[in-house]
Nanobody
Framework: EVQLVESGGGLVQAGGSLRLSCAASGFTFGDEAIGWFRQAPGKEREGVSAINTADGSTYYADSVKGRFTISADSANNMVYLQMDSLKPEDTAVYFC????????????????????WGQGTQVTVPS
């Protein structure tokens, strides 16, 4: 059974940084695509970043390019999202999701392609 547990959310002032962590279990790194998604109140869930653990390729939404960095630690089954230069519009619940690479590519930032989800962690950047 795939399990994903996010942590690291919180309240941070605009311009600050947070690092989100996703602890993954129940699957083999190298077989999965792992993505970070976010959902703000009243808005649809959107793809933020993703990593193909088979080849290490990474993907970013235009809104976070140059500010967010995704990374994976296969030895510890962890995926991280380093978020810098945070803005009020980054406020949302952030989720990590995972699914087999072959089921997701090339749509790694499409939430509908993923079937395994964590419970989410709140990120708040006051305006």
């Amino acid at each position: 059974e795939v399990q994903l547990v996010e942590s690291g959310g919180g309240l941070v002032q605009a311009g600050g940084s947070l690092r989100l962590s996703c602890a993954a279990s129940g699957f083999t790194f190298g077989d999965e695509a792992i993505g970070w998604f976010r959902q703000a109140p009243g808005k649809e869930r959107e793809g933020v970043s993703a990593i193909n653990t088979a080849d290490g390729s990474t993907y970013y939404a235009d809104s976070v390019k140059g500010r967010f960095t995704i990374s994976a630690d296969s030895a510890n089954n962890m995926v991280y999202l380093q978020m810098d230069s945070l803005k009020p519009e980054d406020t949302a619940v952030y989720f990590c999701a995972a699914d087999l690479v072959w089921m997701v590519v090339p749509h790694l930032l499409d939430a509908t392609q993923y079937h395994n989800w964590g419970q989410g962690t709140q990120v708040t950047v006051p305006s």
